[in-house]
């Protein structure tokens, strides 16, 4: 583990820093996705990100099960990030409800490699900022029709245009939950869909426990 993630985590022990630590490791392990909400349960995308300098990461997001929160439709979100430093896979699962374009986590659980899966406190995810979504129908301009070819194939899309400058995106009512095909950015990370998830399974393994900050700080150290 990195000197970063270990300060982080040992921030995590501290009941004042715990919010603050926990959505720093979200806005780290998840990228901003850009499109429009269309949650399908078991469909899902898996995406090639690339970040300005070059590096390469693999992601995916599914939806895995639905539910309710506060009275409103809710979804359980999971999403997969692939670690090349480390043996296996950051699982962040969350259970999502949108309001307008604010997207809301009511629980939050994460599994990290070769750890058992821990379940937040409601107090720490009440205290997370709302997932990081653009609804591109609100931040975004309609450019028009396109075909565009990605490595999951080609689709017809709707281009979007971002108001701020910030780059663009290709969405497509065919692909679930963002319906984001590709988003090249001026500045900022550019995603393409690797695969279209038609029968998404829960990938979490075991029975969630409390969240124990220690057995956090005991994952797998990175390989040379």
Same mark, same amino acid.
């Given at each position: 583990?990195n000197v970063?993630c #270990?300060? +982080?985590?040992?921030? +995590?022990?501290c009941v004042?820093?715990?919010?603050?630590?926990?959505?720093?490791?979200r @806005? #780290?392990?998840?990228?901003?996705?850009r499109g429009?909400?269309?949650?399908v349960?078991g469909g %899902?995308?898996?995406y090639e $990100?690339t970040?300005?300098e070059?590096q390469?990461?693999q992601?995916?997001v599914?939806?895995?099960?639905?539910?309710s929160a506060?009275g409103k439709?809710?979804?359980?979100?999971?999403?997969t990030m692939?670690?090349?430093?480390v043996s296996g896979?950051?699982?962040i699962?969350? +259970?999502?409800t949108?309001? %307008?374009?604010?997207?809301t986590?009511s !629980?939050? $659980?994460?599994q990290?490699?070769?750890q058992?899966p821990?379940?937040?406190?409601d107090?720490?995810? /009440?205290?997370? !900022?709302p997932? &990081?979504y653009?609804? @591109?129908?609100?931040d975004?301009e309609? @450019?028009g029709?396109e075909?565009v070819?990605?490595?999951?194939?080609t689709f017809?899309?709707?281009?979007? #245009?971002m108001k701020?400058?910030?780059?663009?995106?290709?969405a497509?009512?065919?692909?679930s939950?963002f319906? +984001?095909v590709k988003?090249q %950015?001026?500045?900022?990370n550019t =995603?393409?869909?690797t695969? @279209? $998830?038609?029968?998404?399974?829960?990938? $979490?393994?075991?029975?969630p426990?409390?969240f124990d900050p =220690?057995k956090?700080? /005991? &994952?797998?150290?990175?390989? /040379?």
């Amino acid at each position: 583990m990195n000197v970063f993630c #270990r300060f +982080l985590l040992a921030g +995590l022990l501290c009941v004042p820093m715990a919010g603050t630590a926990l959505a720093q490791i979200r @806005v #780290r392990a998840t990228p901003q996705m850009r499109g429009y909400w269309k949650p399908v349960v078991g469909g %899902g995308s898996a995406y090639e $990100i690339t970040s300005p300098e070059g590096q390469k990461s693999q992601m995916e997001v599914a939806i895995v099960g639905k539910d309710s929160a506060g009275g409103k439709d809710a979804f359980w979100m999971e999403m997969t990030m692939a670690n090349p430093r480390v043996s296996g896979d950051m699982i962040i699962k969350d +259970l999502v409800t949108l309001d %307008g374009s604010q997207m809301t986590v009511s !629980k939050f $659980i994460m599994q990290m490699p070769g750890q058992a899966p821990m379940l937040m406190p409601d107090s720490m995810t /009440q205290m997370q !900022k709302p997932l &990081q979504y653009d609804d @591109v129908h609100n931040d975004a301009e309609d @450019v028009g029709s396109e075909s565009v070819t990605v490595p999951a194939g080609t689709f017809q899309c709707e281009h979007w #245009r971002m108001k701020d400058g910030s780059g663009d995106a290709w969405a497509s009512d065919k692909v679930s939950p963002f319906g +984001l095909v590709k988003y090249q %950015g001026n500045k900022s990370n550019t =995603m393409v869909l690797t695969k @279209v $998830i038609n029968d998404a399974k829960d990938k $979490i393994t075991g029975t969630p426990t409390p969240f124990d900050p =220690m057995k956090m700080m /005991q &994952q797998p150290q990175p390989q /040379q």
